[in-house]
């Protein structure tokens, strides 16, 4: 039976909106495209060399994951976040990921559960020296490999939906900070309190990591 064209044009269609998203994400979580900076669709569609019909797709799903906002008259612009809205963030993250954390150090199969996260920090120091793209989401990984470990699929989501928020925090004060809270070491800290099976110890170490890598980011603590 013969495929009709239409099918086939969908599919080029979706890879080539996949790809302008990839790409577009990329450029505003590695602060190549800088907090507050304006989308112009006719010079990003000639820098990807897509449709503007097709780059409004991407800055769509773009703006549901909160990398980007509409201003006046509907212009987009990479989304600026301040200094209360970073702490907001780290909040829900430290109250979903050490819910994930205090769950998995109950866990039967813990065992297991350490082994891959380990793994996962194990990335995270093979993408020490190398760029800072692969550094952001080796760092992503591990946080979302524990979330999806729990086995909650409503805590999965939440912190899925909150996926964006985050990437746009990483860089919020600079690769230098950044770099910080990035450390394989102290992720470590995290699977090794679950390792322990002191699930309340578990808790408190994701809290204290993320009360510690927001004050990096908001206060330049370290």
């Known amino acids: 039976m013969p495929v009709e064209a239409p099918s086939l044009l969908r599919l080029e269609k979706t890879s080539l909106r996949e790809q302008a998203l990839s790409a577009l994400r990329r450029a505003i979580t590695t602060g190549q495209l800088k907090p507050g900076t304006h989308l112009v669709e006719t010079d990003l569609s000639e ?14 799903q773009l703006q549901q994951e909160g990398l980007i906002s509409a201003g006046a008259r509907g212009r987009m612009s990479v989304r600026h976040l301040d200094a209360k809205e970073i702490t907001d963030i ?15 150090a109950r866990r039967g199969d813990r065992a297991e559960v350490v082994a891959t996260l380990r793994s996962a920090v194990d990335d995270m120091q093979r993408w020490a020296e190398s760029d800072l793209e692969g550094r952001i989401e080796a760092d992503l990984r591990f946080h979302r490999t524990m979330c999806q470990l729990s086995g909650n699929e409503t805590l999965l989501h939440s912190w899925s939906s909150l996926e964006g928020s985050i990437r746009m925090s ?15 070491k102290r992720h470590l800290c995290i699977v090794e309190a679950i390792e322990s099976g002191d699930d309340a110890a578990a808790a408190e170490t994701v809290r204290d990591h993320m009360h510690t890598a927001a004050a990096v980011l908001v206060d330049g603590q370290k």
Do not use: C, P, W
């Open 47 to 60: 820098a990807l060399q897509i449709s503007r019909g097709t780059l409004r797709e991407a800055m769509r």
């Open 170 to 184: 990483i860089m919020y004060a600079g690769v230098e900070r950044a770099l910080k809270n990035m450390d394989a």
């Open 90 to 104: 780290f909040n829900v993250r430290a109250a979903l990921e050490s819910l994930a954390a205090g769950e998995l």
